[in-house]
Each structure stands twice: as structure tokens, then as C-alpha cells.
């Protein structure tokens, strides 16, 4: 599933094909594509809506539009991307948005459309006025200036969780998934198992400045392609622990070990990440 740095990759490239353009009209090839609205309203809805502006929020695409906030979760194996000219709909798309033409004297009068394309029929759309109804339930940003080191020393004392799926819970904090939250803890030495209540004031700065670093070396590498369906990044060439089961540890040597917590796979060094008794 793509997490937030592959998303806000997503974001930045579509951004300068789509802010200015108008929708002409939504061609929904599933309908379950939806979660809001009905497939009637959706496509009256839509229909001559300005894109303002193109951006992230946590594992969201958000294109706010004139009247409109229009928000896609990729889920596995989602993707948005611009088609030009008249193109035949392909095997996987599920939402096609034709846009008005470019105002380019080069390009000018070529179709444009924004696909999005799912092959597993996971992701979905909201169009929605009140963006609160679909992120009113997001934790903190973990790239914003709101979220500091002191914020989460508190949101970690406050429950009794462990660290890994409680940093994947995104009522916590927004936007991480299995690849950054395996890496973070490893750079922050914290072993995924210990307990959220446990960790001290300089390890959870460690730990702040850990997601911080790796989300964004994510985003300057445009992410991680680590399977057929997110395209284009190259992280998955840096990775320090994920996905590098026997593998030896890049700070001491020592063979990365793969555990299963909350049924996700994680990756450790049990050298490194080690739990205080």
C-alpha cells in the first residue's frame, strides 16, 4: 500500500496537470468506487468543478475543487495518473475524470484525463463538501511544524500500546505505514514489541526525528516501488531493515529478523532494537 511519501509523490506530479483545469465529466466504470457520494450525485456534482489545488493529507490524494473536496485512498494497489488524447478505458480503470482541454498553444485543444486505476477494487473516492467528514479522524501530520517532539512524548505516554501498530494507527499519527514505521524505529533504535508508555523523553526524540528523516528521504527518492503497482521510486534501494530478512544490519552487522506483530510483517535487528527489560 503506498504510504505517505509515495502519495505525496503522487500529489507533486499531478499537481501541475491538473490546478486551473475544469472537470467536464465523470465516467465511473465500478461503482463501488464510491464511498460518497451516490454515483448520480457524484457525477452531477462534479461536473464543471475548477481544481484549485492538489495535495496530501496522510495516505489521501486531496484535489479541492470549487465547491468540492475530492479525496482518493489508493489503498493496494491504487493509482492516479493523466491520460492525453482519446484513449480506449484500460482493464483496471475504475474512475475516469475528462478534463478541459490545455490552454497551451502547443497542446492545445488535447483531451486530458485523470484515471484512476485499481486492480484490486480496494481503493476508493469521496466528494465531499466538509473535508472533516472523511480526515476529522486523522492524527497529526508528522511532517508539520504542530507535530513536535514534546507532542509525541505525551501521545506515547498517554496509552499503553505497542509501538509498532500503535504508530501505524492513523488516529496517532497520520500517514505511516509498514515500510517507514520499520525503518523509523530501527534509525531511533526502539524495538517495535516495547511498550509506547515506556519509551523516555531523549528516546522519543530519537523516535521523532527518526519518521521525520525517513519520510522525507522518501519523498526525495519519490518513494518505494517494491511491487508491480507503485512505479517510479527508488527508497527500496536504501532501505535499512525492511524487507532485508538475514540480512546483515547496516549500523552493527548483526542479521535482520523478520517477526509478525498485529499481522503485519516487521523487521528487526534484535542487536540494535533491543526491549529494556
Request: charged share 25%; aromatic share 8%.
Amino acid at each position: 500500500m503506498p504510504e505517505l511519501p509515495e502519495v505525496e509523490t503522487i500529489a507533486r506530479k499531478l499537481r501541475p496537470e491538473l490546478v486551473g483545469k475544469s472537470i467536464i465529466k465523470a465516467d465511473l466504470l465500478w461503482s463501488r468506487t464510491l464511498a460518497t457520494p451516490t454515483s448520480t450525485k457524484f457525477k452531477r456534482q462534479i461536473a464543471g468543478q475548477e481544481i484549485k489545488a492538489v495535495g496530501r493529507r496522510a495516505k489521501y490524494v486531496h484535489i479541492q475543487l470549487s465547491e468540492y473536496h475530492l479525496f482518493v485512498h489508493l489503498r493496494m494497489s491504487g493509482d492516479l495518473y493523466i491520460k492525453k488524447g482519446k484513449t480506449a478505458p484500460g482493464k483496471h480503470d475504475r474512475l475516469i475524470l475528462d478534463l478541459t482541454p490545455s490552454p497551451s498553444p502547443f497542446r492545445r485543444g488535447e483531451t486530458t484525463r485523470l484515471v484512476f486505476n485499481d486492480t484490486r477494487k480496494f481503493g476508493r473516492v469521496w466528494l465531499v463538501r466538509d473535508p472533516e467528514e472523511v480526515i476529522g479522524g486523522l492524527g497529526p501530520e508528522p511532517l508539520s511544524d504542530e507535530f513536535t517532539t514534546a507532542v509525541l512524548y505525551e501521545n506515547l505516554q498517554s496509552r499503553h500500546r505497542q509501538l509498532k501498530p500503535l504508530l501505524l494507527d492513523q488516529a496517532f499519527l497520520a500517514g505511516m505505514g509498514n515500510i517507514y514505521t520499520d525503518e523509523a524505529l530501527h534509525m531511533a533504535r526502539l524495538h517495535p514489541l516495547a511498550a509506547s508508555d515506556s519509551v523516555n523523553r531523549e528516546q522519543a526524540q530519537a523516535l521523532w526525528e527518526a519518521i521525520r528523516e525517513v519520510l522525507k528521504e522518501g519523498i526525495r527518492r519519490s518513494g518505494a516501488s517494491i511491487d508491480w503497482v507503485y512505479r517510479g521510486g527508488e527508497f527500496q534501494n536504501y532501505f535499512r531493515v525492511y524487507d532485508r530478512k538475514d540480512q546483515p544490519c547496516p549500523v552493527c552487522g548483526t542479521a535482520i529478523k523478520r517477526l509478525v506483530i498485529g499481522q503485519r510483517g516487521t523487521h528487526v535487528c534484535p542487536n540494535c532494537q533491543r526491549i529494556r527489560s
